[in-house]
């Protein structure tokens, strides 16, 4: 299965005449297993190159073929021109991405009523397995369907129209599929605000967005801990309202009384129910759905109108409203499912464990599996609880053959060893895929071998938010994969690697990556700030799509994307922005000023590392700490907790005033090696930073 590549070979001759091979591992290359291979849709890198080339010379005929398959109310442009327009260079003119215009569609009809109608009704949608083992559930597609019209229907009533931004933020029950769906039938942007995060956090969203809709539910369990949803969903409504934007309607899913739970929480949930509770403006989800009606007639959508928004952190620290267009997501949600997972609908179930509140969850829980009339696992809880074998556990009982993950809980699994599958049959498993930040080959291998028995293919999908779905990345029956590399672009996407002068590198080398040409579903602005998205995106390397990614390109051509060059960090697989957390850390009052890094953590990936300046007189305690970690906490989400929290008298600045963070990130990461320091105005700080984190490592 595992062939070596750059493999020395000596032969030596002893006295019986026989050779003797001495292979040196260079780096490892790994061929598509034969099992994965034979099924494919795409065998072999011949065959990958040919589709390739066909769908950035020609992606009228690429996508063309393709939207064949799907369910256009007006039909797809006959004119070649028409089929793909843009503009990616900013000197020429307003940034525009167009797919398909002129047609008309839905994407509820085709991930829905197209599958009901081909036969596929009574097939499973989705085994909802929820964080307590004993709950569990499923869902077929008419009844999803039939659950989708109603809930449409419900949304009609209480006045929403085509193009309303309406709120969700939900746990992971059946329900968030519907109110996206249902969101998607009428028309409605859906903008689902992941429900880790804090009140704070989900009405700044609801504010930019402006939507008077919100969809949540009363509580989830994490574990062993009740999650208070409306509690939260309430305060948000609140402070949205002091900020001017009123949700008038707001309908709540009850599903902490359905599920397995302590009395105490039941009585707890009860009685916040009974307190925050607003007749004038909550709804119960059973409530409006009980006299709804199973037939909806579909909104019929321009293929550029927007289905959904979603927000990502932004590097001046304010969020930024992703904006997905209709025709050109629903091509490259289903497309990308299919290949990069390579995805057998009569045999297959995929399991993808991302949370919905993320892009992930949006292109490869909810779009891609159903365009594609998957069947899938809807996970409620977390990798760890009761034990860390939840994963092997599902995956084993449902029979799992693609399987959806972050390194970041890959790591965290490995810590618990290499025999934690072994009471498991895992032998279903055909397709391991990651995302959410480069994964480290140790983490690879382990995947590779641990989880899927050497006889899996590793799908390693490179993409953001902002692609709306895998850009770069393996398919499992085609492409040699090495540990670490997320190998090649997927069909339509045209990377470069572009150099500081924005000159391109050929070859061998590293820079930063940047996309030449549109795919159908790369976003087509930020919501309400186009200008925002041009300067963001396109301004540094005019007639590009900047990612804010680098990578590099080894002599085979593999490219191994190698983090954040901006101002941004990735911890666990959520995308920060320093900026985001120093406007927090500012806001105490005894704090002037801070400055935030990223440093190497063997789970996390990154953690964050904050430098804090105080104002005169005002002392640094371990309240204090205490006292900005919770406000992290509060403010954007418990995920965004930093790891060291040091004092710094003074902060590494140029003589322009800019704060030096390639030399924080030194001293944070003990780094005796501070590169150039002959711009830095004041270099005697330095040395009190480096004295100030001894300090705190020794009181750790
Ligand atoms: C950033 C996007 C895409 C869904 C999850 C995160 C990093 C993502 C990989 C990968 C290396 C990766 C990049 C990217 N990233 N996947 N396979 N290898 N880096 O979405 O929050 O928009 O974050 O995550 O830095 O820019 P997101």
Redesign the pocket.
């Given at each position: 299965m595992q062939s070596r590549m750059g493999a020395i070979l000596c032969n030596l001759c002893n006295e019986e005449n026989i050779f003797i091979f001495i292979a040196v591992a260079m780096s490892d290359v790994y061929s598509p297993p034969e099992r994965v291979a034979v099924e494919s849709h795409c065998r072999g890198m011949e065959t990958y190159k040919a589709m390739y080339k066909e769908s950035v010379e020609e992606p009228h005929k690429f996508w063309g073929r393709i939207a064949e398959q799907f369910f256009w109310k007006k039909p797809l442009p006959t004119d070649l021109n028409d089929f793909m327009k843009y503009n990616f260079n900013v000197t020429e003119g307003p940034i525009k991405i167009e797919w398909m215009s002129g047609a008309q569609t839905n994407i509820c009809y085709n991930a829905l009523d197209r599958n009901v109608e081909n036969g596929l009704g009574d097939r499973v949608a989705f085994y909802w397995v929820g964080n307590n083992p004993e709950d569990k559930g499923q869902i077929t597609y008419s009844e999803l369907l039939a659950d989708v019209c109603k809930f449409s229907n419900a949304l009609e009533n209480i006045g929403v129209k085509k193009g309303d931004r309406v709120a969700i933020y939900m746990p992971m029950i059946t329900e968030l599929v519907v109110a996206m769906l249902a969101c998607a039938r009428i028309g409605a942007v859906h903008s689902i605000v992941f429900g880790g995060y804090s009140a704070d956090s989900l009405a700044t969203r609801i504010c930019d967005a402006g939507a008077k809709i919100l969809i949540s539910a009363d509580g989830v369990y994490r574990g062993t801990k009740m999650i208070k949803l409306l509690e939260i969903a309430v305060s948000a409504m609140e402070k949205s309202a002091e900020q001017g934007q009123e949700v008038t309607h707001h309908v709540c899913v009850s599903h902490i009384p359905r599920i397995t739970g302590s009395d105490a929480e039941q009585q707890k949930n009860e009685e916040t129910i009974a307190r925050v509770w607003n007749d004038k403006r909550d709804l119960w989800w059973h409530e409006v759905m009980r006299d709804s009606s199973t037939e909806h007639e579909c909104a019929w959508m321009d293929a550029e109108d927007p289905l959904f928004m979603l927000y990502?952190?932004g590097s001046t620290g304010k969020p930024k409203g992703v904006l997905h267009s209709t025709a050109g997501y629903l091509l490259y949600a289903a497309t990308t499912f299919k290949y990069s997972f390579d995805h057998q609908p009569a045999n297959d179930v995929y399991w993808c464990t991302?949370d919905i509140g993320?892009?992930?969850g949006h292109s490869y829980v909810t779009y891609g599996p159903l365009l594609n009339a998957a069947t899938s696992v809807l996970f409620e809880g977390t990798p760890f609880h009761p034990t860390h074998k939840r994963c092997w556990e599902i995956v084993n009982e449902y029979r799992v053959s693609k399987f959806y993950t972050?390194?970041t809980a890959i790591r965290a699994l490995m810590k618990f060893g290499d025999d934690q599958t072994k009471d498991y049959d895992l032998s279903c498993l055909k397709v391991l895929g990651?995302?959410?930040?480069?994964?480290n080959p140790e983490a690879w291998q382990w995947y590779h071998k641990i989880v899927g028995n050497s006889q899996c293919s590793i799908s390693?999908?490179?993409?953001?938010?902002?692609?709306g779905g895998h850009i770069?990345?393996p398919l499992p029956g085609a492409t040699p994969t090495k540990p670490g590399s997320?190998c090649f672009p997927f069909f339509g996407v045209v990377p470069e690697i572009l150099d500081e002068e924005g000159k391109v590198i050929e070859g061998e080398g590293e820079g930063y990556i940047v996309f030449k040409q549109p795919w159908p579903g790369i976003m087509r602005t930020v919501y309400g700030d186009h200008d925002r998205f041009e300067k963001t995106y396109f301004s540094k390397f005019p007639g590009y799509y900047m990612?804010?990614?680098g990578a590099k390109r080894d002599k085979d051509g593999y490219i191994w994307?190698t983090?954040?060059i901006d101002d941004?960090l990735?911890c666990s697989?959520?995308?920060m922005s320093t900026a985001q957390i120093e406007s927090v850390l500012v806001e105490h009052p005894d704090v002037a000023e801070s400055a935030v890094v990223p440093i190497p953590h063997n789970i996390k990936g990154e953690a964050l590392y904050c430098f804090v300046t105080l104002n005169q007189n005002a002392e640094f305690t371990q309240e204090l700490v205490t006292k900005l970690r919770n406000m992290i906490r509060e403010k954007i989400a418990p995920f965004a907790s930093p790891d060291f929290i040091q004092e710094a008298p003074g902060l590494p600045k140029t003589r322009s005033g800019k704060i030096m963070r390639r030399v924080l990130k030194k001293i944070a990461n003990d780094d005796k090696d501070l590169g150039d320091i002959s711009t830095m105005a004041d270099s005697s700080v330095v040395d009190v930073l480096v004295e100030k984190r001894r300090e705190m490592m020794e009181k750790k």
């Open positions: 990502t952190s991302a993320w892009i992930t972050a390194p990651t995302v959410g930040e480069p994964i390693d999908t490179y993409w953001q938010t902002e692609t770069i990345t997320a990612s804010g990614d994307i983090g954040r941004m990735n697989g959520h995308l």
